[in-house]
């Protein structure tokens, strides 16, 4: 049993036709999600390393605390040169 290395990075997505305006996300991930004036998210454009793990688990705090599950993360991996 080794240690699993993450590699890539991330960004994290909203769905605008699920979105209510909560603004939960800002409230559990604000490394990522500022909101406008009408609380929807306005989300962090430029990948996140997933070695940056306390701003990955705060992404999935805000996924996971969406009440109309509007957000999702998207891993993006790292290509291999060949």
């Known amino acids: 049993m080794g240690v699993r290395r ?3 990075s991330f960004v994290l997505r909203v769905n605008p036709i699920l979105c209510d305006g909560f603004g939960h996300c800002a409230e559990l991930a604000p490394e990522l999600v500022q909101t406008d004036e009408w609380g ?3 989300l962090r454009s430029e ?3 997933l070695t940056d793990a306390g701003v990955f688990e705060s992404a ?4 996971r605390g969406c009440p109309r599950q509007a957000l999702h993360i998207h891993r993006i ?3 291999k040169p060949q």
């Open 6 to 8: 993450r590699s890539g």
């Open 40 to 42: 929807y998210p306005i």
């Open 77 to 79: 991996s790292e290509k």
């Open 60 to 63: 999935r705090y805000a996924e």
């Open 47 to 49: 990948p996140v390393p």
